[in-house]
């Protein structure tokens, strides 16, 4: 999504906001209505969204980057308040997730791999930082939640003589109440670059 079609998303997002009471769009979302602005954690850093247009800025910090700031937004207008239901499934398994895998795979997975393939212990440590809990998956993983309803599960399996590295994202079976497809993809990508600058953090 880029251009002009990423400011049309914006516009609408922002256009379904204002019809919105924000003390349910926070009950929904889990985030906090105070003095007319909405408050909400995303990876462990607390954001602010200002009415009318709903910028995002970081408290104490600057504003959040434009695909961050639309992922938060369809996150607050999407919210169903559904509580996570604890059945993993992974992209594929979310309705056109199938058809959309291969740029998941190049834009998310092999990132994740050629950062943190070697030595997936590095990105156990960056998620354990930022407020995940180790998941038991795998040969290393960890869960994070990265928006109240939104967690995100880790999976790393290291190679052997006989078959490579390989890492996946696992998540909660609700999340297609709050994100389509593009917005897993765009949510993913943003956390993983998050996180390869949190590792660098860690030197």
């Given at each position: 999504?880029?251009?002009?079609?990423?400011?049309?998303?914006?516009?609408?997002?922002?256009?379904?906001?204002r019809e919105k009471d924000l003390r349910e769009v926070a009950a929904r979302a889990g985030a906090e209505?105070?003095?007319?602005?909405?408050?909400?954690?995303?990876?462990?850093?607390?954001?602010?969204?200002?009415?009318?247009?709903?910028?995002?800025?970081?408290?104490?910090?600057?504003?959040?980057?434009?695909?961050?700031e639309l992922i938060i937004l369809h996150y607050l207008v999407n919210s169903t308040g559904t509580p996570?239901?604890?059945?993993?499934?992974?992209?594929?398994?979310?309705?056109?997730?199938?058809?959309?895998?291969?740029?998941?795979?190049?834009?998310?997975?092999?990132?994740?791999?050629?950062?943190?393939?070697?030595?997936?212990?590095?990105?156990?440590?960056?998620?354990?930082?930022?407020?995940?809990?180790?998941?038991?998956?795998?040969?290393?993983?960890?869960?994070?939640?990265?928006?109240?309803?939104?967690?995100?599960?880790?999976?790393?399996?290291?190679?052997?003589?006989?078959?490579?590295?390989?890492?996946?994202?696992?998540?909660?079976?609700?999340?297609?109440?709050?994100?389509d497809i593009e917005d897993v993809r765009i949510l993913c990508e943003d956390v993983v670059e998050l996180?390869?600058?949190?590792?660098?953090?860690?030197?």
């Open positions: 999504m880029e251009g002009k079609a990423f400011e049309k998303a914006r516009e609408i997002a922002v256009e379904k906001l209505a105070v003095e007319g602005h909405l408050r909400l954690p995303y990876l462990g850093r607390w954001v602010r969204i200002s009415p009318p247009n709903f910028e995002a800025f970081y408290e104490g910090g600057g504003r959040l980057p434009p695909k961050r996570p239901s604890g059945r993993l499934i992974d992209f594929r398994q979310i309705p056109s997730g199938s058809f959309y895998y291969p740029v998941f795979a190049g834009t998310v997975e092999r990132p994740l791999l050629q950062r943190f393939g070697q030595k997936p212990e590095r990105i156990e440590q960056a998620l354990l930082r930022i407020g995940g809990c180790r998941a038991g998956l795998g040969d290393v993983s960890a869960t994070v939640n990265v928006l109240p309803h939104i967690p995100l599960t880790f999976v790393f399996h290291k190679g052997d003589e006989e078959f490579p590295p390989a890492c996946k994202i696992l998540f909660d079976s609700t999340i297609t109440e709050y994100f996180l390869c600058e949190l590792a660098k953090e860690e030197r």
